[in-house]
Nanobody, 126 residues
Framework: QVQLVESGGGLVQAGDSLRLSCAAS????????MGWFRQAPGKEREFVAA????????YYADSVKGRFTISRDNAKNTVNLEMNSLKPVDTAVYYC???????????????????WGQGTQVTVSS
């Protein structure tokens, strides 16, 4: 059983940056594809970014491409999401996800996720 704990959320202004982190435990981290999803009030949960278990080229939602960067640190069992040029539409609860042997593009599908964190709130004011 893999446990995922997100941190780093908060209240920022439009144009600011924020870095989310997700600490994983309970499994061999290097075997897991990792992803980030988000859910805004009144909206469905949506894919944000993912990185394969082997690293390599990440995969991003069009809405965040060029602004967000996902990275993993296998030595620390963490995955990070660097968010730049934040917009009010980025306001949501952000969830970390994991799937054994997950690849970046496959991790973009909700059904591919095996484990979810509890989420961290990101609020971007205009």
């Amino acid at each position: 059983q893999v446990q995922l704990v997100e941190s780093g959320g908060g209240l920022v202004q439009a144009g600011d940056s924020l870095r989310l982190s997700c600490a994983a435990s309970g499994g061999t981290f290097s075997r897991y594809g990792m992803g980030w999803f988000r859910q805004a009030p009144g909206k469905e949960r949506e894919f944000v970014a993912a990185i394969s278990w082997s690293g390599g080229t990440p995969y991003y939602a069009d809405s965040v491409k060029g602004r967000f960067t996902i990275s993993r640190d296998n030595a620390k069992n963490t995955v990070n999401l660097e968010m730049n040029s934040l917009k009010p539409v980025d306001t949501a609860v952000y969830y970390c996800t994991a799937a054994l042997w997950g690849t970046a593009q496959a991790m973009s599908r909700m059904a591919s996720q095996k484990y979810w964190g509890q989420g961290t709130q990101v609020t971007v004011s205009s």
